[in-house]
């Protein structure tokens, strides 16, 4: 069943449809540094199972980046931020650090890093640059190649007060476990919509992770449990 919300579309509100309890986690042992750099340097066949969002924006598509930076924790955990409120693009969403390429980026990894450190203040000296994962379309027209990197612990966060509102961290295996991944879909703007949310409480507040850094996260569980 779809709904309609009109004119600003809030995903808290959207009902879950389905909950992925059928599908198993990654193991924990598949998750530490060692397996995810022997995953990129022999990686298995697989398919992504997110390319491309429905357009909302209709403009000229864009090259971006993004960093998945997993901190090496004796627990990994995922890397996170919270875009401020008046951002044109995703505001106020969860996302990773990142943003479109610029002329002096030589790939996509160049800015991914870039950004990262224009964004949170992570220097690239902490940063073990593991591979990338297939492009992501999100509906606002950016062309997202997710860069994966490892993270050595120690680091500083220093936020962009202008672009991060927050800087947090997940645990890897809640993101990498199905039964923490909700089926959303509403008619929205005319066009019938899906997408999927992982929210995470973090003992303070509610984390909700959703959209395009959501669907994202669903293709590294595809690439890691293939």
Known sequence: MTQSLSPVMDPRLVPVRHVDHDLPAVPAAELLPDALRHRFLAPPMWQPELVAE??????????????????????????????????????????????????????????????????????????????????????????????????????????????????????????????????????WQGVERQWLSMPYHDGLQERFIWGATAGMLRNFYRFLSA
């Not at 930076?69 to 996170?80: A, D």
């Not at 690239?124 to 490892?150: D, R």
């Open 54 to 187: 429905k357009k909302f924006m209709d403009r000229a598509p864009m090259h971006a980046a993004v960093l998945i930076p997993i901190v090496m924790h004796s627990t990994p955990t995922v890397l996170l931020t919270q875009r401020t409120a008046h951002m044109s693009t995703h505001a106020g969403q969860i996302a990773f650090p990142g943003g479109k390429l610029d002329a002096e980026d030589v790939d996509a990894a160049a800015a991914a890093r870039r950004e990262a450190y224009e964004e949170v203040g992570l220097e690239p000296g902490w940063l073990e640059v593991l591979g990338q994962l297939p492009i992501y379309t999100t509906g606002s027209a950016f062309l997202v190649t997710p860069v994966v990197a490892l993270v050595h612990p120690g680091f500083r966060v220093l936020p962009n007060a202008e672009e991060v509102s927050d800087v947090f961290e997940v645990p890897l295996s809640f993101l990498m476990n199905p039964a923490n991944h909700r089926h959303h879909q509403l008619l």
